[in-house]
């Protein structure tokens, strides 16, 4: 069972920047693509980002392009979210979220392990 660990989250105004980060203990993490994933209230969970095994792939939904970035480091078994020009839309608990090993990406994907969220609050 992998499990994760997110932290990072909280409250900030419009425009300003937030890094999350997600720890796992798991030893073969770098089998392992990752995902970041968020759900405001009343609305379901939507794909935010993703990024494979190697960090050589990366994927966002279109209302994150060009403000967030994931990266990974493979050596502290960390995926971390920068979220930079944040809006009030950008409210929401972020999870993240990794399928089985050796398994693709994406924002169609099948993630199997989440961790338990934190909260991102962006007030106007």
């Known amino acids: 069972q992998v499990q994760l660990v997110e932290s990072g989250g909280g409250l900030v105004q419009a425009g300003a920047s937030l890094r999350l980060s997600c720890a796992t203990s798991?030893?073969?993490?770098?089998?392992?693509?990752m995902g970041w994933f968020r759900q405001a209230p009343g609305k379901e969970r939507e794909f935010v980002a993703a990024?494979?095994?190697?960090?050589?792939?990366?994927y966002y939904a279109d209302s994150v392009k060009g403000r967030f970035t994931i990266s990974r480091l493979n050596a502290k078994n960390t995926v971390y979210l920068q979220m930079n020009s944040l809006e009030p839309e950008d409210t929401a608990v972020y999870y993240c979220?990794?399928?089985?090993?050796?398994?693709?990406?994406?924002?169609?994907?099948?993630?199997?392990?989440w961790g338990q969220g934190t909260q991102v609050t962006v007030s106007s």
């Open positions: 979220a990794a399928p089985l090993a050796f398994q693709r990406v994406g924002p169609s994907q099948t993630y199997h392990y």
């Open positions: 798991e030893r073969a993490f770098t089998t392992y693509g």
């Open positions: 990024i494979n095994w190697s960090g050589g792939s990366t």
